[in-house]
Nanobody
Framework: QVQLVESGGGLVQTGGSLRLSCAAS????????VGWFRQAPGKEREFVTA????????SYGDSVKGRFTISRDNAKNTVYLQMNRLKPEDTAVYYC?????????????????WGQGTQVTVSS
């Protein structure tokens, strides 16, 4: 069983930045692909980004390309999501998810473990 804990959410103005963290409980974190998803009120969960086990491969949703960057530190069992040039439409609860697999996974239903989420609010 893998526990994931997100942190770093908060309130920021349009154009600002936030860095989210996803800390995992497992010592074998390097075996897991990790993804970030977000869900705004009344909307479906949306793929944001994902990173492969070693960090060599990443994937981004179209709405965040060029603004968000995913990275990981397997020694710290943590994945980071750097969010720059934030927009009001980025407002959502952000979730990290993990799956023991190769490559990147962009479909939420394929992930096995989920965090509790962290709220990001971007004011206009």
């Amino acid at each position: 069983q893998v526990q994931l804990v997100e942190s770093g959410g908060g309130l920021v103005q349009t154009g600002g930045s936030l860095r989210l963290s996803c800390a995992a409980s497992t010592r074998t974190f390097g075996s897991y692909t990790v993804g970030w998803f977000r869900q705004a009120p009344g909307k479906e969960r949306e793929f944001v980004t994902a990173i492969s086990r070693t960090g060599a491969t990443t994937s981004y949703g179209d709405s965040v390309k060029g603004r968000f960057t995913i990275s990981r530190d397997n020694a710290k069992n943590t994945v980071y999501l750097q969010m720059n040039r934030l927009k009001p439409e980025d407002t959502a609860v952000y979730y990290c998810a993990a799956k023991a697999t190769i490559g990147v996974v962009t479909t939420s239903s394929r992930y096995d473990y989920w965090g509790q989420g962290t709220q990001v609010t971007v004011s206009s």
